[in-house]
């Protein structure tokens, strides 16, 4: 194809846009929903996926105390802990208090506690360990040291809770493939047929041009351009709107007993631009499909 033709093509492919306009709006739309779907899986699990990983990075306990225990005992256990290299106690909280926070978290379903016959909730100690650089500590170890202290009924660490997310982060990724699988066979599908409708359209104009001469390439040419504005318009749309949802209706920061747990941010470029680029080249793809029912490729 000669280069002097380029605006030959796209003057034609705009003019079938216009000429076909409900058409295409119809296919962009369902084109920039299908991949808003998959854009606002791929956000969540995006995020999901790096505060998971970010929590398990920081390792920190919960040594839930044994039910009377006095200060005496609770003391020795605080001091204890502090001795533990690289150790941190982020917090003390009581049997009422874990309580109280209970309630709090419950919100308007609270009342369903009022009934308990005594407080079940144990008394804890927060712990974080910020050990230095190369120097992380065995969590399995350090559960089994605490445990055996007098007072400590039982330790809970970020890492069993990592690995128990592991697995569920894998049957999202599998969920994400078949989703994103799923929704590319749809656009697929939805642009082989606009295209296929605008060739309709145009099936006398097509037949006059192969009589005088025209190739089958300066004859397709256009609606190969055709599908490929489609693709770029929905995935410049889907971007823009996921971006904006993100700004508008997301959760900054998520704080729980006081630490930062969740940073809800943005999918990176990256994904961004293989979105548009996937986008494209299922607009461009979808035109070879509709074109290959009418010419010999």
Known sequence: MKLRLAPYFIRQA??????????HIVGVSTMVISFLIFGAFLLL??????????????????????DGIDGTAKEKVLSLIRGIPGAHIERTITKKQAFLDLKRALGREANILDGLPRNPLPASIEVVFRPSEGNKPDPG????????????????????????FEGLMR????????????LGLGVLFI??????????SRQE??????????????????FLIEGSIQGVVSGFLSILILYSGYII?????????????LDFVFIPNSYTLTIFLVSVALGLLGSFIALGRFFRI
């Open 14 to 23: 705009i003019q079938n846009v216009r000429k076909n306009w409900l058409v």
């Open 45 to 66: 699990f995006y995020n999901v996926d790096s505060w998971i990983h970010g929590w398990g990075d920081s390792l920190s306990m919960s040594v839930y105390l044994e």
């Open 141 to 164: 170890k350090l559960r089994k040291k605490l445990e055996t202290f007098a007072g400590v009924e039982e330790v809970q660490y970020s890492e069993e809770w990592l690995n128990r």
């Open 171 to 182: 049957v999202f990724r599998l969920a994400g493939l078949i989703i994103g699988g799923l």
């Open 191 to 200: 642009v082989t047929n606009t295209i296929k409708l605008t060739i309709y």
């Open 205 to 222: 104009e097509i037949g006059i041009m192969k009589l005088v001469g025209a190739t089958d390439w300066f004859v397709k040419t256009p």
């Open 249 to 261: 209706l997301s959760v900054k920061k998520a704080d729980i007993l006081g630490l930062a747990l």
